[in-house]
């Protein structure tokens, strides 16, 4: 297999367009689910029929075939980028437990070879700055933020087609396209699903975006000139959490008629039950029924990441071109060491230089690959109740990495304080279950984690 840099379709649906041709047919045409499969064997029928029907906006057909992707050696834009797919699944190599000294790195066209010359040795400084840190014993988790963002990520991703049309389009008309890298994969990818799946891309062309997927606002004067206070900031919330809740799950059970249910609900003792019930169920949808809205302020990209992995809350995450370069994260474990520390601080700053050097010459390309992953942006998530309580359980655990753990705790805290007959029964797994999931790798502090939680 080539090994070159790129995206790879490494699999798909061995019935793939005939399944999708299917779906387009069986909720207009009589016959049952195999008599409209028999029928969705010609694939050139199949194809007009796909067609016909994405155009009328009927994309759901489309979902039925899947294909699993390859990104090999891909700048760590192309990963930011694709892990805002949210209809997708992702395995990303781990920074936290992965040394990525030799992970290789992205080099764009520059105008210059004295610029590129330039790029390359201040990339190559960064990486040295990072063995350097794992050397001295700093955990690895903290010697990535010094990597730069056109660091080699390597990572498989699999998505049906509807989402994969999603994903080509804003690759080749969309956000993407601004940076050549994710353009040029886009054209890749198309090539290969064209070769795979002709008849989803019927019409791809026409059928591209008509409008921008980025939010204009430029109506409205920029002003920079104030820091967030907070690392966590409540915007707003569902009120009455509890009584929602408690209300969804007693309607659910359809047992009971509106007025048991209302004095259910209104009497304390009852609510408390229903609530504990609802947490300890396997299927805890009332929970679903509540959602709130937090700005989460100077992220670092490395946490990020961690984020955009939760995939079912609404998470809006800014363009990293408006990534403030001159304000980083750093961990405890640099500023223990003065040398490390020195060291530390001293890549963002050259990185900066750089920057701007670059930026005086033209070489808007280089510009995104030389954020580092300790630099940091404001991003605004919004969970369901559910959600929280999977976001929680897993970031709140002291196996969680240092950063998020924070913002768990801190938004835990707002929680308990704006809703505290709901959010009293969130933490870490260990809390809420009342036994850790970590097998060998578990801190064994599960009697100290109760303690600390309990309210």
Known sequence: MDCKSGVYVLGYSNCGEKMCAAGGRISTQPGNALGIWEKSQDDEKNANLIDKVTRSGHNSTVEHIMFNLAFNDVSVIVEQFMIEFRLASFTVKSRRYVDFYDAGFYVPEFK????????????SSLFEAYKKMTDAGIPKEDARFVLPYCFFSNFFCSLGGRELLHVLH??????????????????????????????????????????NDTLDLSFIEPDRTQSPDELVEYISGSKDAAKTVAT???????????????????????????????INSSRPRALESVQFTFALNKVSLSTLTHFARHRIHSIQIPSLSTVDRNDWVKPQSIT?????????????????????????????????????????????????????????????????????????NRMLEILRSEEPELFRYYGPSCYVDGYCPEGRLTCGRAAEMKEKYSI
């Open 336 to 408: 223990a060491d003065e040398d490390i520390s020195a060291a530390y601080t001293a890549c963002f700053e050259n990185s900066i230089k750089l920057y701007n050097e670059l930026k005086a010459d033209g070489e808007e390309d280089a510009l995104p690959y030389l954020i580092l992953s300790g630099n940091t942006l404001s991003i605004v998530s919004t969970m369901n109740g559910r959600e929280l309580m999977l976001f929680m359980k897993l970031r709140s655990c002291t196996r969680a990495q240092w950063e998020i753990q924070i913002y768990a």
């Open 170 to 211: 804003a690759m080749l008309h969309g956000r993407g396209s601004k940076i050549p890298e994710i353009y040029a994969l886009g054209k890749q990818l198309l090539e290969q699903v064209r070769e795979i799946a002709p008849g989803v891309l019927t019409g791809f062309e026409e059928r591209k975006p008509k409008k």
């Open 112 to 123: 210059s070879e004295e610029n590129k010359a330039k790029y390359t040795a201040h990339i």
């Open 248 to 278: 969804a799950a007693m309607l659910e059970a359809n047992i009971f008629s509106p007025a048991a249910v209302k004095n259910a609900v209104e009497d304390k003792a009852t609510r408390e039950e229903i609530i504990k019930a609802v």
